[in-house]
């Protein structure tokens, strides 16, 4: 009973005082090492065989696993990228890699990307995830955009990003587009007259870098629709794994999966007249 009741005070205390938001730096050498693991991984996204995740897969398991996909099950799965059978260490950081693949029945290449570069009303389509979003400039197909992230699990965390998307035409039936982000910042006290921007890199340190990697292939009477999603976060502090550790490692996972599924009903609903 007396170690329940200390639970329950350590349980107060952080909850009621949270960790300073400046508790974590983002170091350089944390920033470089991740910069590494892009490249890496890029080079590897680039040099596949087939265009979307399963299509390396051999058969049946391909085939299988696209068809659990058309019948409405998102295919999530963590990603490890490694140097020549390497593994890359990021010191003082975590890297996040998941990709994910959902398919929307009867929609066209040309609604998936509409939808996607519509950054003015992500706001709407991706909330709670996204609290915030606007257009702030487009070069044909390149375009700058803010968008707000809220994040909660045990914790909340609100982060303001500016990002650059490209995206490609890779032939009649396919594109891809590259979202890479450009600048980071967590926002204390949002919503209220004391909210502020920290800091880039000099915060709780939840999210440090985001890039995201999509690819839309038009087959099978619908829209494949696949992200690849790379995360720098900072490394969990020694005895708060408890508090912090499940925000860490579950929130990019289950944020990648509400995006998809997102993503999947709003292509397949018909648009409100």
């Known amino acids: 009973m007396k170690h329940y009741r200390i639970g ?7 909850l009621f005082h949270p960790i300073p938001a400046a508790a974590a730096e983002l170091k350089t050498q944390t ?13 590897q996204m680039s040099s596949r065989r087939g265009f979307l995740w399963p299509d390396d897969f051999r058969e049946p398991e391909r085939e299988h ?3 659990s996909v058309r019948a409405g099950e998102p295919f999530i799965s963590r990603v490890e990228t490694r140097d020549n059978g390497q ?7 975590l890297v996040h890699h998941w990709v994910g693949l959902v398919f929307a029945p009867g929609a066209t ?8 570069q519509d950054y003015d009303h992500h706001a709407g389509l991706f909330r709670p995830a996204v609290t915030r979003s606007k257009l702030l400039a487009r070069d044909n197909d390149v375009f700058r955009v803010h968008l707000r992230f809220f994040m909660k699990k045990v914790i909340t965390v609100v982060v303001d990003t500016e990002n650059e998307a490209r995206f490609t035409r890779v032939a009649p039936d396919r594109a891809s587009s590259r979202i890479r982000s450009l ?13 502020r921007t920290m800091p880039e890199g000099n915060d709780g340190g939840y999210l440090w ?14 829209t494949y629709v696949q992200c690849e999603s790379i995360t720098l976060t900072r490394s969990i502090p020694f005895g708060l794994h408890w508090l912090i550790g499940p925000f860490l490692t579950s929130i990019p996972r289950e944020s990648l999966t509400f995006v998809l599924e997102t993503t999947r009903k709003a292509l397949v609903t018909p648009p409100a007249l």
């Open 87 to 93: 593994s890359l260490h990021v010191p003082n950081g």
């Open 209 to 222: 870098r985001l890039n995201t990697y999509w690819r839309f292939l038009e087959r099978d009477g619908g």
């Open 109 to 116: 290449l040309e609604q998936s990307l509409r939808l996607m």
């Open 8 to 14: 329950l005070a350590l349980t107060a205390l952080v």
């Open 65 to 67: 696993a696209l068809a």
């Open 31 to 43: 920033a470089q090492a991740f910069e590494q693991y892009v490249r890496v991984a890029e080079a």
């Open 183 to 195: 600048h980071v910042n967590e926002v204390e006290d949002p919503g209220t007259p004391r909210e």
